[in-house]
């Protein structure tokens, strides 16, 4: 993106990747109006860093009410602008909603000082903000993504200012309204709609303390190494190729829903995603035959109509994206089993696809999918399964499916990644941290974690005691 010029770059635009036309378009911010947005928030923690947590929780969880008073108005602006089925943007909103009325019932709790016990005297830490947040975050969740950031930044007593990503404008200020309708002071959350130069001269300012990242490897490297000149504390949750692993002792009646699902929700875009299936020999045919059938079973359509099982990627350029790698992995070996193209019909649709046959050398194999493409991988036994799963740049998530849940607990315990889940992959959940390891990023969010990250840990000692003599 080139640097903003005054009310001409028109780089935030929301086009509903269904119909592929241009609902609205906006203009970045200047540097001036720029300035102005970030002395507001910094003068507002200023009087928010002292606003008890009881005062802050009426806030924070009036702005979850009225999500789920208006699920439907937001739940809408999700599936127009960036294609999400129109029932699982209401899921959205309603869990985002959750997320907010977590962090206001427990985020004292949380915060609490905590006593420590040393040999002389007495001592605690104590948790007190730090000041302005800037954020970064992805199209795929609008709005989840800002209330994993905003419900504990908020109780935790720092300000927030969030770039979203440039084809969910519409979402952005939305989501900023909310507060204000909610009773926030002035500054206390601002959606900047900036260019990638300016987010650098963000994170530069001395008035920002904080930066959280959520999006691809090649963006957290960027605002990372950018955070890190500026002795920044950040945290990253970055992309993923999560294994799904069948052992094969797997019951494939709860399986393949689960598998269809791990791949196909959000139309394919999310981060912990089951991407890569990891299947061991004895039962790899059967789930093969199975999880095909599933996804040949699925319908594309409007993702506005909840009949709809499948529907169109983000935007046209995320599709050309994933056509691209899919004929680069097969051009390099890989075998299509199904799909393979852009759906032959309006819209940014990408077909159904499965890829067997892909080899270490394949760059393919190292790659994060971002749709409805999922590698097929057949291995011998348990411990193939585990070698493979782990044989990964990324170490977002990953899942293990069997009938002997000790058995997946110690698969569990081998895979290298931040998250891990047995017979299920439900995801996430207000009161359970989140995030990766390796190029998925570090930090967690969500949880108790959640809140801990950007928050100054104060030691605090009294020790009557004459001074030592020198
Ligand atoms: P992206 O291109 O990295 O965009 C994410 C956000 O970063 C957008 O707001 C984007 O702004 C911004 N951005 C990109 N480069 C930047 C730079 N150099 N400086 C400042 N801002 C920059 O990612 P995406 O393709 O939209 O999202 C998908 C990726 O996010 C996938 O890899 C997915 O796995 C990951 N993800 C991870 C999690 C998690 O929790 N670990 C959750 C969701 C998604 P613009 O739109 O203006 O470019």
Redesign the pocket.
């Known amino acids: 993106?080139n640097a903003p010029k005054e009310g001409i770059c028109m780089?935030y635009e929301s086009v509903n990747p269904y119909d592929g036309k241009t609902v609205r378009t906006f203009s970045e911010l200047t540097n001036a109006q720029l300035e102005k947005k970030i002395a507001t928030a910094a003068a507002c923690y200023e009087t928010w860093k002292k606003t008890p947590y009881a005062k802050r929780a009426v806030i924070v969880a009036r702005a979850g009410e009225l999500m789920r008073a208006n699920v439907d108005k937001f739940a809408r602006l999700a599936t127009i602008e960036m294609g999400k089925l129109i029932n699982e943007s209401r899921g959205e909103v309603s869990f985002s909603a959750n997320i907010l009325a977590y962090y206001a019932k427990n985020a004292e709790r949380f915060l609490a000082p905590v006593k420590l016990n040393p040999t002389h005297g007495e001592a605690y830490v104590e948790s007190s903000p730090i000041g302005v947040i800037f954020c970064?975050?992805?199209?795929?969740?609008p709005y989840y993504?800002l209330a994993r950031v905003a419900g504990p930044q908020l109780m935790a007593g720092n300000i927030l200012m969030v770039?979203?990503?440039?084809?969910v404008p519409q979402c952005a200020i939305e989501f900023e309204k909310l507060w204000i309708e909610a009773g926030a002071p002035k500054g206390l959350y601002t959606n900047l709609l900036i260019s990638?130069e300016q987010?650098?001269q963000v994170i530069d300012d001395p008035r920002i303390k904080g930066v959280a990242?959520?999006?691809?490897?090649?963006?957290g490297q960027?605002?990372s190494a950018r955070a890190g000149k500026n002795l920044k504390v950040s945290s990253m949750?970055?992309?993923?190729s999560d294994a799904f692993i069948v052992l094969e002792d797997a019951d494939l009646e709860k399986t393949i829903p689960w598998a269809v699902w791990g791949r196909m929700y959000n139309n394919g875009q999310t981060?912990c995603a089951a991407k890569r299936f990891v299947v061991v020999d004895e039962i790899a045919d059967q789930f093969l035959a199975k999880f095909k059938a599933a996804l040949e079973a699925l319908k594309p359509g409007d993702p506005m109509d909840e009949k709809t099982t499948h529907g169109p990627l983000s935007t046209e350029a995320a599709l050309l994206q994933l056509v691209k790698q899919v004929e680069l992995a097969v051009t390099n070996g890989a075998r299509i089993v199904l799909g393979g193209k852009r759906l032959n019909r309006t819209g940014s649709f990408m077909e159904r696809t499965i890829l067997t046959d892909v080899t270490p050398e394949n760059p393919a194999f190292r790659d994060?999918f971002?749709g409805p493409v999922a590698m097929f991988f057949r291995v011998k036994d348990e411990a193939a399964a585990i070698a493979l799963a782990n044989d990964s740049d990324f170490g977002?998530g990953g899942s293990v499916f069997t009938k002997d849940v000790e058995r997946g607990k110690r698969v569990a315990t081998q895979v290298e990644t931040g998250m891990m889940f047995i017979n299920n992959i439900d995801w996430s959940d207000a009161e359970l941290p989140?995030?990766?390891i390796k190029d998925?990023?570090y930090g967690r969010e969500l949880g108790n974690m959640g809140i801990q990250t950007f928050v100054n840990k104060k030691l605090v000692r009294t020790h009557d005691m004459p001074a030592p003599l020198v």
């Open positions: 993106m780089a970064v975050e992805p199209w795929n969740f993504q770039k979203h990503a440039s084809c990638h987010s650098d990242l959520t999006g691809s490897l090649a963006a960027s605002v949750e970055l992309g993923g981060c994060e971002f977002l989140f995030g990766g998925s990023g």
